[in-house]
């Protein structure tokens, strides 16, 4: 299947500082990327759906000026946390589609972020 | 609102057990049907994909139907072993193009 690699797969910040996470089709076009949240123990929440050349759209209650999502190309997707705090730690988890809506969706590692 | 839900949260059972996990949603208008697999703390590995027009789809001793006008899909896990303990999570691709997950079943396998 197609691989989507995702990094980092962990991270440590600082309160008040900025995590950018990358997202990418290593062999695949994708239009299509999702970007989701995981509390430990729970399943996963999307958070928002970007489209390359577009804006990202966002899941009601999902701060789009805290989390900023960026698909600039048909292979990266990038989701920066600005201003982390400790209520920011989680796993996020991207994935990856083309423009076939009956494709498998293919996903990142995960990437565990901790803000202390 | 598309919702997914699957039954049982949890289950434990000795080695060599056949068993079933069951998944279901609220909106039949999905293109597909995923289930995954997540070990604690990773990420997800995808298990077998179901189109809305397919009714199965087997890999080794995985088993997936799908009945999309009951709203229902179910994994079967053939002589389950200690390395299949992991959660597992079902999501419909739905016709508003989002991924919808269901809360995932905790799977134990005891030696």
């Known amino acids: 299947g197609a691989v989507v690699s995702q990094h980092p797969s962990w991270v440590i910040c600082k309160s008040g500082t900025s995590v950018k996470i990358e997202c990418r089709s290593l062999?695949?076009?994708?239009?299509?990327m999702f970007w989701y949240r995981q509390f430990p123990k729970q399943s996963l929440m999307l958070m928002a759906t970007?489209?390359?050349?577009?804006?990202?759209?966002?899941e009601q209650g999902v701060e789009k000026d805290k989390f900023l999502i960026n698909h600039a190309s048909l292979t990266l997707s990038t989701l920066t946390v600005t201003s982390a705090h400790p209520e920011d730690s989680s796993f996020y988890i991207c994935?990856?589609?083309?423009?076939?809506?009956?494709?498998?969706?293919?996903f990142g590692q995960g990437t565990r972020l901790t803000v202390v | 609102k598309q919702e997914v839900t699957q039954i049982p949260a949890a289950l434990s059972v000795p080695e060599g057990e056949n068993l079933v996990l069951n998944c279901s949603f609220t909106d039949s208008a999905i293109y597909n049907l995923q289930w995954f697999r997540q070990d604690p703390g990773k990420g997800l590995t995808s298990l077998l994909l179901i189109q809305s027009s397919q009714r199965e789809q087997t890999s080794g001793r995985l088993n997936a139907s799908l009945d999309k006008s009951s709203g229902r899909s179910t994994l079967y896990i053939a002589a389950s072993q200690p390395g299949d303990s992991a959660t597992y999570l079902c999501a419909v691709f739905d016709s508003g193009q989002n991924f919808v997950f269901g809360p995932g079943t905790r799977l134990s396998v005891l030696p």
């Open positions: 994935s990856a589609s083309s423009s076939n809506w009956n494709t498998e969706a293919f």
């Open positions: 970007s489209n390359e050349g577009s804006k990202a759209t966002y």
């Open positions: 062999d695949f076009q994708a239009t299509t």
